[in-house]
């Protein structure tokens, strides 16, 4: 589904503020994979999926998406195959618009014409969409987003991008912002999608234990590398504390090293 | 007298519904609306001149002002610089390419000729010519106002709204911006030097300075606009914004008819209309502080009463 080899972004390359974000990465996410990735801040998460999803062009290396070359592709051309959750859950949503208005603008990809797609058939389908939320948006189609808590913009915004029928999702910390009880709703939420859908996902979170809980695969990274990569039977019996082990060991091995270099 | 307003405000309203377009709509401080208005006033008179037909003329007014909020788009766009900067760009080369266009003059009249303006009262003979001329017009503003309300309810008018809302959910869902931004624009710009077409029939001649203020007299009617009534829906807003239009045009007729009362000249409806839009701006700001601040008891005042019903269920059971 998605091949990154040699994957490498130098913010500001030639000046002080020069900034190895990635370096030399590889990563391969097969078909319907679910892939957890944890790290720091300024590990390159973030950075990672402003890659794949094209939001900054690369400094070297290559991302192939499902099959084509889409290193240097614009961002908009590879959102036809990824769509992508922020934490901000305004980033998903037009806030002046009306909850029918931004799903009539989410139920496919591509340019638009000058069709009026939005009739009764389409709302009662939008209320039946909305109906899977369970939280009373299915009555408020002409209100506007703005008024919506960030919970439910975020369950709005999850439904709006798998209504566009993506083949793969980034899921960047979309929990992260809300508090206990919304981030578990939005969670089911996203579960139940992916397997309905069959989503293959990357998702970026803080949370130890979803990174453990969900998904078949593990990834760590740190310093813009992968530096741990746990497949589906080595992730089975892992705990938090285990996690945190393995990150503090491989950690260890960097500090043991840098004192070699300073020793010698 | 009065009819004179209305038609006035009519023709600015067209305007009006080009800067709420770029403004408000797509989000992107526009300035080419400056240069567009009299490049519309221009072409449309060069071509009534050259009988070439009133409905062509003003169809080639508005072909201008798309190609000059196409240019807009383009060099912000390509240049990725700030609406703001291109705008002004477009604009300040317009002002060279009017003159070019009335035939290096500054000024050209519309006399002894055939307008839409000397038509009106013919057509529709059944009233007085001055009632006739607010008829005529009325007719066209309303089937600008129809076509404008039907286009934002297409898919491809909605996702310009939402462009404006949110430019990453619209590179999301795999549209380009660059793209709607330049459909936006043009259609501003059009409808923009459609207005300064008709302006210049109305009025009997073009200038190369027409446009000049335009803008802040365009914001000026949205945000007299949005003090009538609240909505989300696209026929509602462009209502909304015709009535402002009138509703500025008469506040500056009244300043220049009553305005020497207070040593008032027509100099000084600049300086009104500035001071216009900055009142709107502190009554916008206080009014929606003051929702704020009413939306916030109202929240204490419902958590303070389910508070109590849930200690009254408490010694209840």
Redesign the interface.
């Known amino acids: 589904m998605l091949k990154i080899e040699q994957l490498s972004k130098v913010f500001y390359p030639n000046t002080v503020n020069e900034k190895v974000a990635i370096e030399d990465l590889d990563l391969n996410v097969n078909k319907g994979d679910f892939i957890t990735i944890v790290g720091s801040n300024g590990s390159g998460k973030s950075t990672l999926f402003n890659l794949i999803a094209g939001t900054y062009p690369v400094t070297g290396g290559k991302i192939i998406l499902d099959g084509k070359d889409v290193t240097n592709k ?4 590879r ?2 195959t990824i ?2 959750i ?1 934490q901000d859950p ?9 909850i029918e ?2 799903m ?3 139920h496919k ?10 009739n009764s058939t389409m709302r009662t389908h939008f209320k039946e969409e909305l109906m899977q939320l369970s939280m009373g948006l299915e009555d408020r189609l ?1 209100d ?1 987003v703005g008024l919506l808590s960030g919970g439910q913009r975020q369950a709005l915004t999850l439904l709006m ?1 798998v209504l ?1 029928r993506p083949k793969m999702v980034l899921l960047d910390e979309h929990t992260a912002a809300l508090d206990p009880r919304n981030a578990q709703i939005v969670m089911d939420l996203t579960m139940d999608f992916i397997k309905r859908y069959n989503l293959t996902t990357l998702m970026v979170t803080h949370n130890m234990q979803h990174a453990i809980d969900f998904g078949n695969r593990l990834i760590m990274m740190d310093g813009g590398s992968v530096i741990l990569d746990l497949k589906e039977e080595e992730k089975r019996d892992l705990t938090v504390a285990k996690l945190v082990r393995m990150f503090k060991s491989i950690k260890k091995k960097d500090y043991a090293s840098d004192e070699g270099l300073l020793v010698t | 007298m009065l009819e004179g307003i209305f038609v006035d405000g009519l023709i600015f309203s067209i305007m009006v519904i080009g800067v709420l377009i770029s403004y408000r709509i797509l989000d992107f401080a526009d300035l080419t609306c400056d240069g567009s208005f009299a490049t519309g006033a221009a072409v449309a008179t060069m071509a009534i001149t050259s009988k070439m037909g009133l409905a062509t003329a003003l169809l080639l007014a508005s072909a201008a002002g798309a190609v000059a909020g196409t240019i807009t788009a383009a060099i912000h766009n390509e240049l990725k610089v700030p609406g703001l900067l291109a705008g002004i760009l477009t604009m300040t080369m317009l002002y060279s390419i009017n003159i070019r266009i009335l035939g290096g003059r500054a000024n050209v009249p519309l006399l002894r000729i055939e307008t839409l303006y000397t038509k009106f009262p013919t057509v529709f003979g059944f009233v007085n010519s001055s009632w006739a001329l607010l008829i005529g017009t009325l007719l066209i503003v309303i089937f600008v106002k129809t076509l404008v309300d ?2 934002f ?4 008018g ?2 310009i ?2 462009l ?3 430019e ?10 660059k ?1 709607l931004k330049i459909i936006g624009m043009a259609l501003s710009n059009a409808l923009i030097a459609f207005s300064g077409g008709l302006l210049a029939q109305y009025q009997g001649f073009a200038d190369a300075n027409l446009g000049q203020g335009m803008v802040v007299q365009g914001l000026a009617a949205i945000m007299i606009g949005e003090f009538l009534f609240d909505s ?1 829906k696209i026929s509602f807003i462009t209502l909304r914004v015709v009535l402002g239009a009138i509703i500025y045009k008469a506040l500056m007729f009244l300043g220049r008819y009553y305005g020497y009362y207070i040593n008032l000249t027509p100099s000084d409806l600049r300086l009104l209309t500035g001071i216009l839009v900055i009142i709107s701006l502190i009554i916008a700001q206080t009014r929606s502080a003051a929702s704020s601040a009413d939306a916030r008891k109202k929240a204490l005042k419902r958590s303070k009463e389910r508070f109590r019903a849930d200690k009254k269920e408490h010694r209840d059971a």
């Open positions: 614009a961002e908009f051309k959102a036809f769509g992508r922020f305004t980033k998903g949503t037009a806030a002046k618009m009306s208005d931004n009539i603008t989410a990809k591509g340019m638009r014409g000058l069709r009026m797609s939005l002409k506007n991008t566009s | 039907l286009f309810r297409t898919d491809l909605i996702s709204g939402a404006g809302s949110n990453q959910m619209i590179v999301s869902l795999g549209i380009s911006p793209v989300n």
